[in-house]
T-cell receptor, first 115, second 110 residues
Framework: DTAVSQTPKYLVTQMGNDKSIKCEQN?????MYWYKQDSKKFLKIMFS???????INETVPNRFSPKSPDKAHLNLHINSLELGDSAVYFC??????????????FGPGTRLTVL | SQQGEEDPQALSIQEGENATMNCSYK?????LQWYRQNSGRGLVHLIL?????REKHSGRLRVTLDTSKKSSSLLITASRAADTASYFC??????????FGKGTKLTVNP
């Protein structure tokens, strides 16, 4: 009965590879997010989707491509992985529009290590 | 940047003591939120305080907001070892996204 789930939990891969991280929420929320947390614990938003529509697209390399097949899923595909992509990636969701007044519910995170 | 800045960066106390963490931000906000992150886990929402509120309580948590000083504080009373975690403030700055600070790492020693 996990609210926001991510797979995989750990991802170790070589530079140059392409990988995907999946996220699903069963809360019925309309908005989903991807965040990146670096080694210094700084958490920065990457993307947000509202009902499958891209709302926020921060200054993220275009090697990162989010895809939302339906409002319960938001996947993150990363092409040509670089060392600097190593981080923990969190998915989150919230009610209603991409409004900052809404509480966000976070997944457990995916620790990506690029060798 | 609309980033909130928590202070101190790290705090170590004994069980039973109170823990106070501060957050300062730069632009006007609609609300400010506090989140907790246990080691290796996702963030968990603790409390949201709106710009027209000055104080809010939730169990052992007390949050204050001073919009004139652009600052907020999170007080955890009678701390427990289970409160050991990183605590983040997040502000909206009037935009459609939350901007998180770098967090305060709290260690509660048994």
């Amino acid at each position: 009965d996990t609210a926001v789930s991510q797979t995989p939990k750990y991802l170790v891969t070589q530079m140059g590879n392409d990988k995907s991280i999946k996220c699903e929420q069963n809360l019925g929320h309309d908005t989903m997010y991807w965040y990146k947390q670096d080694s210094k614990k700084f958490l920065k938003i990457m993307f947000s989707y509202n009902n499958k529509e891209l709302i926020i697209n921060e200054t993220v390399p275009n090697r990162f491509s989010p895809k939302s097949p339906d409002k319960a899923h938001l996947n993150l595909h990363i092409n040509s992985l670089e060392l600097g992509d190593s981080a923990v990636y969190f998915c989150a969701s919230s009610w209603g529009g991409a409004s900052s007044t809404d509480t966000q519910y976070f997944g457990p995170g995916t620790r990506l290590t690029v060798l | 940047s609309q980033q909130g800045e928590e202070d101190p960066q790290a705090l170590s106390i004994q069980e039973g003591e109170n823990a106070t963490m501060n957050c300062s931000y730069k632009t006007s906000i609609n609300n400010l939120q506090w989140y907790r992150q246990n080691s290796g886990r996702g963030l968990v929402h603790l409390i949201l305080i709106r710009s027209n509120e000055r104080e809010k309580h939730s169990g052992r948590l007390r949050v204050t907001l001073d919009t004139s000083k652009k600052s907020s504080s999170l007080l955890i009373t009678a701390s427990r070892a289970a409160d050991t975690a990183s605590y983040f403030c997040a502000t909206d700055g009037g935009s459609e996204k939350l901007v998180f600070g770098k967090g305060t790492k709290l260690t509660v020693n048994p």
